[in-house]
């Protein structure tokens, strides 16, 4: 069963590549949403101006909000087909976990990177949709100034998100790994991406990317020792190659 799975992978991620662009750049991609997310980020905090203790509450708070929609879109968008999120679903569910199964997370190529990271629209798709109208009323309501601290958080949230994603599929042994590797708890976190990426715990669990505190809060933290998992991928693949 594990190796009929593994070549079914192997299949998708050949025909997958094959339907890329030839213009798509990996580096590009990545590089776009930094530079947009980074350029928001520090215009909005260049427009503070004495700022209280009470307005800078509104960036964790924000963090906070972002986490549950993170949570929120994972779990019931993109791994339930809904009438609103088909796009989403057919990225998430139907291309990535596809392309990458719990036994095969890393990418193999820069190109694989856009099967890794949201398209680049779709920062200013949050930036139109989310920040811009939220932020008004926070100015409306509050203040100026809590109104540019939610764009920062808000997009401060997007990039981490993407980072976090990102570096859970970085290949095993490489230098970037390493760098991550000295974070406290990353290893950890990653370990929950692959265990989400288990075809029976994809629909049901860790759908937090980044912190898991609405997987913990709502019941659907999963957990299995490295080492167990470790003895059971073996386990897999000595029984598929009999």
């Known amino acids: 069963m594990a190796m009929m799975t593994l070549a079914a992978m192997t299949r998708f991620r ?3 590549r094959e339907g890329i662009a030839t213009s798509y750049s990996g580096w590009t991609h990545m590089l776009s949403v930094l530079a947009v997310g980074l350029g928001i980020i520090i215009y909005a905090l260049a427009q503070l101006q004495s700022t209280s203790w009470m307005e800078w509450l509104v960036f964790p ?3 906070l909000v972002v986490n549950f929609s993170e949570y929120y879109a994972h779990r019931w968008l993109g791994h339930r087909k809904t009438k609103y999120g088909k796009l ?3 990225r998430h569910t139907g291309d990535h976990h596809s392309f990458f199964l ?3 997370m890393d990418y193999e190529a820069v190109r694989d990177w856009r099967v890794v990271l949201f398209p680049l629209y779709l920062i200013f798709a949050f930036l139109l949709g989310l920040i811009l109208p939220t932020g008004y009323l926070l100015s409306e309501i509050f203040s100026m100034n809590a109104a540019y601290i939610y764009a920062a958080a808000g ?3 997007y990039l981490f998100y993407e980072v ?3 570096s859970y599929h970085i290949p095993r042994g490489h230098g970037a790994e390493k760098i991550f590797l000295v974070i406290p708890g990353w290893a950890a976190l990653r370990h929950l991406h692959v265990l989400h990426h288990k075809r029976d715990k994809m629909a049901e669990a860790n ?5 898991p505190i609405f997987d913990f809060l709502l019941g659907t933290l999963f957990w299995q020792a490295i080492v167990e998992f470790e003895k059971e991928q ?8 009999k």
């Open 234 to 241: 073996a386990v897999n693949a000595e029984g598929s190659a």
């Open 207 to 211: 759908f937090n990317i980044t912190l």
């Open 102 to 104: 719990e036994h095969s």
């Open 14 to 16: 050949d025909q997958y």
């Open 88 to 90: 989403f679903y057919s």
């Open 164 to 166: 976090m994603h990102f």
């Open 61 to 63: 708070l924000t963090i």
């Open 155 to 157: 997009i401060s949230g």
